[in-house]
């Protein structure tokens, strides 16, 4: 696309009122393009609109209009999430009208070097783990992207003095052309959002591009354990830098034998950064996460001792192996984050005791089958909800689990009180309650963060 600054005076469609929509909306208002903005809510369920109408900006909601895209358009800023089968996008394409998300807008505004992390997990707990590090070794980061605030209003504040820490979907690197960040990690590719991408050739495509116009001068963090991260390390353009879990390393970040996070450079000297047993959070997925971030942070010129120091202290993230409580001797964890079944087959693996597991969701088009050694081997019962309640109940019932408990009703508060409740009946003392859904949230809640604060309020209420 071109500079925003070539919008002004032009029609520009925002699609969709979430928070990317809002800013994308009040940016390109600002600088003076003619901004439309079309959701498909109704107006009474689309608090954002008010806003924007007050500050002058059209807004037309309750469905697409077929006149949205016209003659004078030069441009739609899409929400991730809405998929590019929507009319008004299919218009667009066959129009010749650009289609972008706030990711490539942002990029083009923004004066401070990006830091661009994805994967299918590990994203979250990853980039507020670099955002630390920056942050203790005054590096100035901001934090942005899928993780807080909307990029392009971040973008806009930056300094060249600053570093971009930015949290990418898949959704939002699909919407991209001529991003290219500074420093790009994919942390792993597995098998989910399947029913937007259609094929995983589409998704690891899309997250793929992440890399698609990196230069020498850039640099790329790629998982060495991961097959599709190591099918990019001989094909980037950039400066190539592993972490590994698995396999000592020539260059990279990796766990040793003895368990220490270790960084060698290019010239062979070796930094030990931290024992894995000092790490503030816990499980095997937690390390990979360490280790991709001390890589990130060791490119952006961390010190080896800022990245420890965060290491040990860092706690977690909110709705990720989160502990809640205890109660009556059984331990609550809520792990709304993990949306698909690779997230928690890794959680769940995190703990030694045994495991009452809540999970379910929406259905995706997977026939979960992929739990099924982990319900043989790590889970003492399960309690399923939402759209994926009998296909899980299908492989729980393969894995010759006894103890299974559904949840019928559609009603997401009343689901996860009685999904909690039958999970105690099922728990003995010293046992883990473990709300980790395998699913995404979107059949019954409106996000992973609304089903994990009604999870910790159900058990709060015990």
Same mark, same amino acid.
């Given at each position: 696309?071109?500079?925003?600054?070539?919008?002004?005076?032009?029609?520009?469609?925002?699609?969709?009122?979430?928070?990317?929509?809002?800013?994308?909306?009040?940016?390109?208002?600002?600088?003076?393009?003619?901004?439309?903005?079309?959701?498909?809510?109704?107006?009474?369920?689309?608090?954002?609109?008010?806003?924007?109408?007050?500050?002058?900006?059209?807004?037309?909601?309750?469905?697409?209009?077929?006149?949205?895209?016209?003659?004078?358009?030069?441009?739609?800023?899409?929400?991730?999430?809405?998929?590019?089968?929507?009319?008004?996008?299919?218009?667009?394409?066959?129009?010749?009208?650009?289609?972008?998300?706030?990711?490539?807008?942002?990029?083009?505004?923004?004066?401070?070097?990006?830091?661009?992390?994805?994967?299918?997990?590990?994203?979250?707990?990853?980039?507020?783990?670099?955002?630390?590090?920056?942050?203790?070794?005054?590096?100035?980061?901001?934090?942005?992207?899928?993780?807080?605030?909307?990029?392009?209003?971040?973008?806009?504040?930056?300094?060249?003095?600053?570093?971009?820490?930015?949290?990418?979907?898949?959704?939002?690197?699909?919407?991209?052309?001529?991003?290219?960040?500074?420093?790009?990690?994919?942390?792993?590719?597995?098998?989910?959002?399947?029913?937007? *991408? !259609?094929?995983?050739?589409? &998704?690891?495509? /899309? @997250? #793929?591009?992440?890399? %698609?116009?990196? $230069?020498?001068?850039?640099? =790329?963090?790629?998982?060495?354990?991961?097959?599709?991260?190591?099918?990019?390390?001989?094909?980037?353009?950039?400066?190539?830098?592993?972490?590994?879990?698995?396999?000592?390393?020539?260059?990279?970040?990796?766990?040793?034998?003895?368990?220490?996070?270790?960084?060698?450079?290019?010239?062979?000297?070796?930094?030990?950064?931290?024992?894995?047993?000092?790490?503030?959070?816990?499980?095997?997925?937690?390390?990979?996460?360490?280790?991709?971030?001390?890589?990130?942070?060791?490119?952006?010129?961390?010190?080896?001792?800022?990245?420890?120091?965060?290491?040990?202290?860092?706690?977690?993230?909110?709705?990720?192996?989160?502990?809640?409580?205890? *109660? !009556?001797?059984?331990?609550? &964890?809520?792990? /709304? @984050? #993990?949306?698909?079944? %690779?997230?928690? $087959?890794?959680?769940?693996? =995190?703990?030694?005791?045994?495991?009452?597991?809540?999970?379910?969701?929406?259905?995706?088009?997977?026939?979960?089958?992929?739990?099924?050694?982990?319900?043989?081997?790590?889970?003492?019962?399960?309690?399923?909800?939402?759209?994926?309640?009998?296909?899980?109940?299908?492989?729980?019932?393969?894995?010759?689990?006894?103890?299974?408990?559904?949840?019928?009703?559609?009603?997401?508060?009343?689901?996860?009180?009685?999904?909690?409740?039958?999970?105690?009946?099922?728990?003995?003392?010293?046992?883990?309650?473990?709300?980790?859904?395998?699913?995404?949230?979107?059949?019954?809640?409106?996000?992973?963060?609304?089903?994990?604060?009604?999870?910790?309020?159900?058990?709060?209420?015990?």
């Amino acid at each position: 696309m071109k500079h925003p600054s070539k919008y002004r005076g032009k029609k520009v469609v925002v699609l969709g009122l979430a928070r990317s929509g809002v800013a994308a909306a009040k940016f390109f208002h600002e600088i003076g393009a003619q901004v439309i903005v079309n959701d498909r809510k109704s107006r009474e369920t689309s608090p954002e609109a008010d806003e924007l109408e007050a500050l002058g900006i059209s807004v037309v909601c309750g469905g697409h209009p077929p006149d949205l895209i016209s003659g004078d358009t030069v441009l739609v800023v899409k929400n991730p999430g809405i998929p590019y089968t929507a009319p008004p996008l299919v218009q667009a394409v066959e129009q010749g009208v650009e289609v972008v998300t706030e990711v490539e807008v942002a990029y083009r505004i923004c004066k401070a070097p990006i830091i661009g992390i994805t994967g299918s997990n590990g994203k979250t707990t990853t980039t507020t783990l670099v955002g630390l590090m920056l942050e203790e070794d005054k590096l100035q980061p901001i934090v942005a992207g899928n993780i807080g605030r909307a990029l392009i209003e971040a973008a806009a504040e930056a300094s060249p003095d600053h570093w971009m820490v930015v949290e990418l979907s898949s959704f939002q690197l699909k919407g991209t052309h001529e991003f290219r960040p500074a420093i790009a990690a994919l942390l792993n590719v597995y098998e989910t959002h399947l029913d937007y *991408h !259609g094929s995983m050739e589409d &998704y690891t495509a /899309s @997250k #793929a591009k992440l890399f %698609a116009n990196q $230069t020498q001068e850039d640099k =790329a963090i790629l998982n060495a354990d991961h097959p599709v991260c190591q099918s990019l390390v001989h094909t980037s353009q950039a400066q190539v830098m592993l972490f590994s879990r698995q396999k000592v390393l020539d260059h990279g970040v990796y766990l040793s034998k003895d368990g220490v996070l270790t960084y060698r450079d290019k010239d062979g000297n070796v930094q030990p950064i931290l024992p894995a047993k000092e790490l503030g959070i816990r499980g095997s997925h937690n390390i990979e996460n360490a280790l991709a971030a001390s890589a990130i942070a060791l490119c952006a010129g961390a010190s080896a001792e800022a990245i420890a120091k965060v290491l040990r202290e860092f706690r977690g993230v909110e709705h990720r192996l989160e502990f809640v409580s205890r *109660h !009556g001797g059984v331990s609550f &964890y809520n792990d /709304s @984050k #993990a949306t698909n079944p %690779a997230a928690t $087959t890794k959680s769940v693996e =995190a703990f030694d005791k045994k495991i009452i597991l809540i999970a379910g969701g929406l259905d995706r088009g997977s026939d979960y089958s992929e739990l099924l050694p982990l319900l043989k081997s790590h889970v003492k019962a399960i309690v399923t909800l939402g759209e994926t309640r009998e296909k899980i109940n299908r492989v729980a019932r393969e894995a010759g689990l006894s103890a299974v408990e559904t949840v019928d009703t559609a009603n997401s508060a009343e689901a996860i009180r009685e999904a909690v409740q039958a999970a105690v009946r099922l728990a003995g003392e010293e046992d883990i309650v473990l709300l980790s859904p395998a699913c995404a949230s979107w059949d019954m809640f409106p996000s992973y963060e609304e089903r994990g604060r009604m999870f910790k309020e159900s058990v709060h209420n015990l």
